[in-house]
C-alpha cells in the first residue's frame, strides 16, 4: 500500500488519530501517489531477522503493513513492503520464497489462490487477523429499498434497470474472477450480464455517481469499509451459494518463515485488528486524506497497550523483550 517511511521513535510519532466512523476495509483500496511497482525493489524474502510483506493497494492492508513495519523496525528488526501485487503473483511470491508474509489472506474468497499452496505446505497459516467481514455482490440501500432486491436471484427480474452490469474491482482479483465464473455459468439467470472490472477508487465512484442519479447499480462489496454506512450497503443473499464470501482475514506466511525468524513470526501472529479500527484506516484515508505512513504512526502512538499485546513473547533483535524495548 505506500511508501515505506523512515521509521522514528516513539516520542516523534503523530498523537492524533482522527476518529472516523465506521466501517471498514477498504475503500480504497486506493494507493498513495510514492508506490512502487511491486517486485521492483531489491528487497526479497528468505532473509533472516528480516520479513518482506506483501500488499495490494487496499487501504486497512496497508496501513497494517505500516504498522507493522514502523513497530519491526523500531526493535531492530528489517522490514519492507512489496506493493501493488495481485492476489495471485502475492501468493505465487509466498510459494517461492520471494515474498515471506502476507496479512491480507481474505478466506474463504482467497481458497481458490492459496488453497493448494496452503494443502501443499508451501504457505503457512500463522493466525486470524481481521474476524467479523462480509464480501459479496451488494446494492445500495435504497435501491433494494425501491426494488426489493436482497438476493442475487433477484437480479435477473431487473436486468433493464441494472443494465446487466456487475461492477467489481481490479481484474484478475478473486472476488471478480467468481463472479464471471457465475456469469459463465449462468447462475440465477445472469448469462447475459456483464462484469466491469475496474478498480476499486473507479468501482466506488461509479456507485456515488449512480447513487446521485438515481440509477440502481450492482457492486461487489465488502466489510469493514466506509462503504456500508455511506451506501447503506446491502450484501445480496447467495442461495445458490455460488459466492465464497468471507468470514476472516488471516496472516499467512511462506513456508519455513517461522524457523528462520520466530520473533518477527510471533509478532505477525500476534497482530488482530477489529472491523472497527480497519475501517477507520479507510476513513482516515479516503475521507481525511492522511498519509498511509501517518495513520499508522498515530495509531501505534494511540494505542501503546494493543502494540504491548503484539509485542507479547517476542524479542527485539538483540535478544531483549521487545514490549520494555519499544516502551523506553
Same mark, same amino acid.
Given at each position: %500500500?505506500?511508501?515505506?517511511? @523512515?521509521?522514528?521513535? =516513539?516520542?516523534?510519532?503523530?498523537?492524533?488519530?482522527?476518529?472516523?466512523?465506521?466501517?471498514?476495509?477498504?475503500?480504497?483500496?486506493?494507493?498513495?501517489?510514492?508506490?512502487?511497482?511491486?517486485?521492483?525493489?531489491?528487497?526479497? *524474502?528468505?532473509?533472516?531477522?528480516?520479513?518482506?510483506?506483501?500488499?495490494?493497494?487496499?487501504?486497512?492492508?496497508?496501513?497494517?503493513?505500516?504498522?507493522?513495519?514502523?513497530?519491526?523496525?523500531?526493535?531492530?528488526?528489517?522490514?519492507?513492503?512489496?506493493?501493488?501485487?495481485?492476489?495471485?503473483?502475492?501468493?505465487?511470491?509466498?510459494? @517461492?520464497?520471494?515474498?515471506?508474509?502476507?496479512?491480507?489472506?481474505?478466506?474463504?474468497?482467497?481458497?481458490?489462490?492459496?488453497?493448494?499452496?496452503?494443502?501443499?505446505?508451501?504457505?503457512?497459516?500463522?493466525?486470524? #487477523?481481521?474476524?467479523?467481514?462480509?464480501?459479496?455482490?451488494?446494492?445500495?440501500?435504497?435501491?433494494?429499498?425501491?426494488?426489493?432486491?436482497?438476493?442475487?436471484?433477484?437480479?435477473?427480474?431487473?436486468?433493464?434497470?441494472?443494465?446487466?452490469?456487475?461492477?467489481?474491482?481490479?481484474?484478475?482479483?478473486?472476488?471478480?474472477?467468481? #463472479?464471471?465464473?457465475?456469469?459463465?455459468?449462468?447462475?440465477?439467470?445472469? *448469462?447475459?450480464?456483464?462484469?466491469?472490472?475496474?478498480?476499486?477508487?473507479? %468501482?466506488?465512484?461509479?456507485?456515488?455517481?449512480?447513487?446521485?442519479?438515481?440509477?440502481?447499480?450492482?457492486?461487489?462489496?465488502?466489510?469493514?469499509?466506509? %462503504?456500508?454506512?455511506?451506501?447503506?450497503?446491502?450484501?445480496?443473499?447467495?442461495?445458490?451459494?455460488?459466492?465464497? *464470501?468471507?468470514?476472516?482475514? =488471516?496472516?499467512?506466511? =511462506?513456508?519455513?518463515?517461522?524457523?528462520?525468524?520466530?520473533?518477527?513470526?510471533?509478532?505477525? *501472529?500476534?497482530? @488482530?485488528?477489529?472491523?472497527?479500527?480497519?475501517?477507520?484506516?479507510?476513513?482516515?484515508?479516503?475521507?481525511?486524506?492522511?498519509?498511509?505512513?501517518?495513520?499508522?504512526?498515530?495509531?501505534?502512538?494511540?494505542?501503546?497497550?494493543?502494540?504491548?499485546?503484539?509485542?507479547?513473547?517476542?524479542?527485539?533483535?538483540?535478544?531483549?523483550?521487545?514490549?520494555?524495548?519499544?516502551?523506553?
Amino acid at each position: %500500500m505506500n511508501h515505506r517511511p @523512515t521509521p522514528t521513535r =516513539r516520542g516523534a510519532r503523530l498523537a492524533v488519530l482522527a476518529t472516523l466512523g465506521l466501517s471498514a476495509v477498504l475503500t480504497g483500496c486506493a494507493a498513495d501517489s510514492d508506490t512502487d511497482d511491486g517486485f521492483a525493489s531489491s528487497s526479497s *524474502g528468505g532473509g533472516t531477522d528480516s520479513v518482506v510483506l506483501a500488499e495490494q493497494p487496499w487501504v486497512d492492508l496497508q496501513v497494517e503493513n505500516e504498522i507493522a513495519v514502523q513497530v519491526l523496525e523500531e526493535i531492530g528488526y528489517d522490514a519492507s513492503i512489496k506493493k501493488n501485487l495481485s492476489v495471485e503473483n502475492a501468493a505465487s511470491a509466498l510459494g @517461492t520464497g520471494d515474498i515471506d508474509a502476507y496479512l491480507g489472506n481474505w478466506w474463504p474468497s482467497q481458497e481458490p489462490t492459496f488453497g493448494e499452496l496452503i494443502d501443499g505446505g508451501d504457505v503457512d497459516v500463522v493466525s486470524t #487477523i481481521v474476524t467479523g467481514t462480509e464480501y459479496a455482490p451488494a446494492v445500495p440501500g435504497d435501491v433494494a429499498e425501491e426494488l426489493g432486491v436482497k438476493s442475487l436471484a433477484d437480479l435477473d427480474e431487473h436486468a433493464d434497470e441494472f443494465g446487466r452490469k456487475i461492477y467489481g474491482i481490479e481484474a484478475g482479483s478473486p472476488g471478480n474472477e467468481t #463472479i464471471q465464473a457465475a456469469i459463465d455459468a449462468d447462475a440465477y439467470g445472469l *448469462g447475459d450480464w456483464e462484469l466491469v472490472a475496474s478498480g476499486t477508487p473507479a %468501482m466506488l465512484a461509479q456507485v456515488s455517481k449512480s447513487q446521485k442519479a438515481g440509477e440502481p447499480i450492482v457492486f461487489l462489496a465488502w466489510s469493514p469499509h466506509w %462503504m456500508t454506512v455511506e451506501f447503506g450497503t446491502v450484501f445480496l443473499e447467495d442461495p445458490e451459494e455460488v459466492w465464497g *464470501g468471507a468470514g476472516e482475514i =488471516r496472516t499467512v506466511t =511462506r513456508a519455513g518463515f517461522a524457523d528462520e525468524n520466530p520473533e518477527i513470526n510471533e509478532f505477525l *501472529g500476534n497482530l @488482530t485488528f477489529t472491523t472497527d479500527q480497519a475501517g477507520e484506516f479507510y476513513y482516515a484515508h479516503d475521507k481525511d486524506g492522511e498519509e498511509l505512513s501517518d495513520i499508522a504512526a498515530a495509531w501505534i502512538e494511540a494505542n501503546p497497550d494493543i502494540v504491548a499485546s503484539f509485542l507479547e513473547g517476542v524479542d527485539d533483535a538483540e535478544g531483549e523483550p521487545a514490549a520494555e524495548a519499544f516502551a523506553s
